[in-house]
């Protein structure tokens, strides 16, 4: 099965911190997304990419960035951290033989 | 308002009983759904999808689409205590596009 690893598993910082989480998939999947998960909202769409060097606006982009270095490694930016990003985010990497979504376990960070 | 709307929120069933999720997208372009299922600490995983109207069968899994009322359902048979877990419904307009999530249903099945 094809295998998302993100990094850290847990992430604890200050209002108007630097945050930077990880992404690597290595089963050759081109599409890679960047969701926040939040209880009454499901998940939501944060900034998604094509291939390497490539990058797409989600839903909820603001106070977001995030880079696609290579085809593997997909990372998400948070420059001035704020409490309301305080949530678990999932990495995702997408299958185009049959559509099917892989995710990573999930970084659950704490914005004080 | 959220594009896809998912209910109920929560549902308990007993073990060997059956399970009815239901999903209602806003948005007429979508025409693929998913459903992914996420148990406690881990990502959400692929359960099946459907694309066309009809009822499509997978074990004790069947979904349902109408897309003329953009409803999407999914019924589990023979509920087993292993599938208690937060469930999502997912649409997108077309093949490869991003995936909009609905809010999930919380399934407890219990002994």
């Known amino acids: 099965e094809a295998a998302v690893t993100q990094s850290p598993r847990n992430k604890v910082t200050v209002t108007g911190g630097n945050v930077t989480l990880s992404c690597r998939q290595t089963?050759?999947?081109?599409?890679m997304y960047w969701y926040r998960q939040d209880t009454g909202h499901g998940l939501r769409l944060i900034h998604y990419?094509?291939?390497?060097?490539?990058?797409q606006i989600g839903d909820v982009p603001d106070g977001y960035k995030a880079t696609r270095t290579t085809q593997e490694d997909f990372f998400l930016l948070l420059e001035l951290a704020s409490p309301s990003q305080t949530s678990l985010y999932f990495c995702?990497?997408?299958?185009?033989?049959?559509?099917?979504?892989?995710f990573g376990h999930g970084t659950k960070l704490s914005v004080l | 308002q959220q594009k896809v709307q998912q209910s109920p929120e929560s549902l308990s069933v007993p073990e060997g009983g059956m399970a009815s999720l239901n999903c209602t997208s806003s948005?007429?372009?979508?025409?693929y759904f998913w459903w992914y299922r996420q148990h406690s600490g881990e990502g959400p995983k692929a359960l099946m999808?459907?694309?066309?109207?009809g009822d499509k069968k997978e074990g004790r899994f069947t979904a349902h689409l109408n897309k003329a009322s953009l409803h999407v359902s999914l019924h589990i048979r023979d509920s087993q205590p292993s599938d208690s877990a937060l469930y999502f419904c997912?649409?997108?307009?077309?093949?490869?596009?991003?995936?909009?999530f609905g809010q999930g249903t919380i399934l407890k099945v219990y002994l």
């Open positions: 089963n050759s999947h081109n599409y």
């Open positions: 948005d007429r372009n979508f025409q």
């Open positions: 999808s459907i694309f066309s109207d």
């Open positions: 990419s094509y291939g390497a060097g490539n990058l």
């Open positions: 997912a649409a997108s307009g077309s093949s490869g596009q991003k995936l909009v």
């Open positions: 995702a990497s997408l299958d185009r033989d049959n559509e099917r979504l892989f």
